[in-house]
């Protein structure tokens, strides 16, 4: 995966990311939303933002960044922006 740094309306740096999956199809977050990105959440990661009061805007990323490929519909697992695994569905 490759990442760019985009600066937003504050001039603050966003991390982009690109990749192409392995059926050839390019993905990236660059659009919000999209379909792309998956928010996945331990239940233990769920428990604990639920049991506090929150402004939705201060909900945690979760600890894996989580992309299916709405080609294939591969799904890439990624810590730390290092890819972890790769799940191809059987049919």
Not at 37 to 43: A, E, G, K, N
Not at 45 to 58: C, G, P, T
Request: negative net charge; charged residues 25%.
């Amino acid at each position: 995966m490759r990442y760019e740094f985009v600066l937003d309306k504050n001039k603050k740096a966003l991390e982009m990311a690109k990749m192409t999956c392995k059926c050839g199809l390019h993905l990236d977050n660059q659009k919000f939303p999209n379909g792309v990105i998956l928010w996945v959440y331990t239940d233990i990661e769920l428990d604990s933002i639920m049991s506090e009061k929150m402004d939705i805007s201060d909900i945690p990323s979760p600890s894996h960044e989580v992309w299916k490929c709405p080609n294939c519909q591969r799904v890439y697992v990624f810590v730390e922006n290092t890819l972890i695994r790769t799940y191809v569905l059987e049919f």
